[in-house]
């Protein structure tokens, strides 16, 4: 039986850290979707299997928490895993991200 890849939606409005990201996740066998934000980041999730989502907490449109809300309010996505990508350490950010 053949593995198949997992695919790994990263959301990032710096293309630098989108195409790092993406570039350590593809040597280590992972599909790879890249959104510079939310909208473009719904898009990717419409269009298929996404597997876990690494999302950016600073962005224009709308910051990581709130994307990860609205994403969860879909029951398809409900249990979807995302790890919030950031240069920010406060506590307050920290316990959103749990929330």
Same mark, same amino acid.
């Given at each position: 039986?053949?593995?198949?890849?997992?695919?790994?939606?990263?959301?990032?409005?710096?293309?630098?850290?989108?195409?790092?990201?993406?570039?350590?996740?593809? +040597?280590?066998? &992972?599909?790879? !979707? *890249? +959104? #510079?934000? =939310? #909208? @473009? %980041?719904?898009?990717?999730? +419409? %269009?298929? $299997?996404?597997?876990?989502?690494?999302?950016?907490?600073?962005?224009? @449109?709308?910051?990581? !928490?709130? !994307?990860?809300? $609205?994403?969860? *309010?879909? *029951?398809? &996505?409900?249990?979807? #895993?995302?790890? !919030?990508?950031? =240069? $920010?350490?406060?506590?307050?950010?920290?316990?959103? =991200?749990? *929330?």
């Amino acid at each position: 039986m053949g593995h198949d890849k997992k695919s790994i939606l990263i959301i990032d409005d710096d293309l630098t850290i989108r195409k790092l990201i993406g570039h350590n996740l593809k +040597a280590n066998n &992972y599909n790879i !979707f *890249e +959104a #510079p934000g =939310a #909208p @473009e %980041g719904f898009k990717i999730l +419409a %269009g298929g $299997k996404v597997d876990l989502v690494l999302c950016d907490v600073t962005m224009d @449109e709308m910051d990581g !928490f709130s !994307f990860c809300h $609205k994403v969860r *309010e879909n *029951e398809n &996505y409900r249990a979807l #895993p995302f790890i !919030f990508v950031t =240069a $920010k350490t406060s506590q307050e950010d920290k316990n959103r =991200a749990l *929330e």
